[in-house]
């Protein structure tokens, strides 16, 4: 709408723009594009009258602010990042700092994690003199439900919490934080979270997004927000005591931003995957020395920036063509289906293993660097073929996508090692044959490999 007061003839439409200026304690409605005060709120309101109707339309921009800090030490009583380091105001942090009013903060926990963190969790509460409440909980994929967000928000509303000042903090998986951040969003309309990730898939994944859910009527995030967290905080050192299955778990999700976007990242989990794996993203001065630790953090900063890139501009997906769907298209009928023996990376990377094969066959990639690939995702000791990922699942969950993509397949593809583009336009024929070689030159490997 550009003019003020435009009378459009035909439908007797009259149209003003208004901006909105604060007037010592109120708002104004002030008319036209040009109003320079300084006061002059980002929103607008157009009001639209007709003979029959006024309406007005509000357009309010929201910014989400929000930090994802990889740091060392998180527990250390001496590091504040965990209780301060979301505040981004110096004279807030500043006069926090001052008083000395006591810091109260509601924590939840995931029970595994805590059996291996709590003391010393509790240590650095104590330490900092905070006064807290730690609710452990088993925060499972089976327990991911309305259910357990409520049993959180009881606890945190008997805590008393204050919305402005105390940010409630999930540490734990991916589950534990995508129940906490979505308990945050709708306590008091949204009180600040925090997110501290405890496996690699939710240190690279789901701390750097804004999403949070739940499962509901036997669906997967059913019920959620996209509500950032006002911050997350990345410690590596909680990844030590993750084990073997669940680390491969992750790297396939890192896998996926290699493929998609960065083939230094690609190159880094060819050459060093295994030693990742082994050392679990440690510091481990007996075998790997410097190295090791030296490649754990490019690989994971890797991993957070090309996923921020794509996240950012995209926070509420919007936008449908998404290369971090890549490996997403298949992978939840699969996960599914025969719950609860593949974990989600693992369906995400049978997914990819499969569209590696597409890619081939639509020429986007050579039979080198389709090697290269599949050997990669052994490497990582992920799985690259499944007996339940059949013709039949594929073609069901395009037509699905079909429908709930806006009538485009919006097929993420490498087209060559940290390189994708979206493609619409693959033939039944092209994923048939794609399948069949991808039985032949998979099935007998992959058997082999379960027995192990
Ligand atoms: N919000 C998002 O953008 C986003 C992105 C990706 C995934 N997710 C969600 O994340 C979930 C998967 O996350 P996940 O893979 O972290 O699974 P998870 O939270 O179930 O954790 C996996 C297992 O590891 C244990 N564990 C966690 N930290 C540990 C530690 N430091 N040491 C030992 N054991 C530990 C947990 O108790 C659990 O048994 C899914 O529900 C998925 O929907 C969300
Ligand atoms: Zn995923």
Not at 173 to 181: F, H, S, T
Not at 219 to 235: E, R, T, V
Not at 345 to 366: C, F, H, P, Q, W
């Amino acid at each position: 709408m550009g003019k003020v007061n435009l009378e459009d003839n035909d439908t007797k439409e009259k149209k003003t723009e208004f901006s909105l200026v604060r007037v010592k304690d109120t708002w104004k409605c002030k008319r036209g594009k040009k109003v320079t005060a300084d006061n002059v709120s980002a929103a607008k309101i157009y009001e639209s009258i007709t003979e029959n109707s006024t309406s007005w339309t509000v357009v309010s921009p929201i910014v989400f602010t929000y930090k994802v800090t990889e740091t060392r030490d998180l527990l250390d009583p001496s590091n504040q990042t965990l209780l301060l380091g979301h505040i981004n105001d110096p004279q807030q942090l500043e006069d926090m700092k001052k008083s000395n009013k006591q810091i109260r903060r509601f924590l939840v926990v995931d029970q595994e994690v805590y059996k291996f963190y709590g003391p010393k969790l509790t240590e650095y509460l104590e330490a900092n003199k905070v006064l807290y409440k730690i609710l452990a909980l088993p925060t499972t994929e089976e327990n991911k439900s309305m259910t357990m967000a409520l049993k959180i928000l009881e606890e945190v509303n008997n805590f008393s919490l204050d919305r402005r000042t105390e940010p409630i903090i999930a540490i734990g998986g991916g589950v534990c934080l995508d129940i906490v951040g979505l308990a945050a969003s709708l306590y008091r309309r949204r009180t600040p979270y925090i997110r501290v990730p405890t496996t690699l898939l939710s240190y690279i994944d789901a701390s750097v997004g804004a999403k949070t859910g739940v499962n509901f009527a036997n669906c997967k995030n059913k019920l959620g927000a996209y509500i950032p967290p006002a911050a997350a905080f990345l410690d590596l050192s909680f990844i030590q005591t993750v084990p073997r299955r669940q680390i491969s778990n992750g790297l396939a999700e890192m896998l996926k931003m290699a493929l998609m976007k960065h083939r230094g990242l690609f190159e880094l989990l060819e050459t060093h995957g295994r030693m990742l794996l082994d050392t679990k993203f440690q510091a481990d001065n007996r075998v790997h020395g410097r190295n090791c630790m030296q490649v754990a953090s490019q690989a994971t900063r890797i991993a957070i920036v090309t996923m921020l890139e794509e996240l950012a501009p995209n926070l509420w997906e919007d936008d449908l063509n998404r290369l971090v769907d890549f490996g997403h298209l298949i992978s939840p009928a699969l996960e599914m289906k025969v719950l609860p023996s593949l974990l989600h990376g693992e369906a995400v990377n049978i997914d990819m293993s499969y569209m590696v094969y597409v890619s081939k066959e639509r020429g986007l990639l050579t039979e080198e660097e389709k090697h290269r690939i599949i050997n990669c995702m052994v490497g990582l000791e992920l799985p690259v073929w499944h007996e339940a990922f059949t013709m039949e699942l594929i073609q069901k969950s395009l037509q699905d996508r079909l429908k709930h993509s806006g009538g485009l397949v919006r097929m993420p593809l490498p087209v060559a090692l940290g390189k994708a583009e979206i493609s619409n336009d693959t033939s039944c024929e092209i994923l048939h044959r794609a399948y069949v070689k991808w039985c032949d030159e998979l099935s007998v490997s992959s058997d082999s490999n379960s027995d192990s």
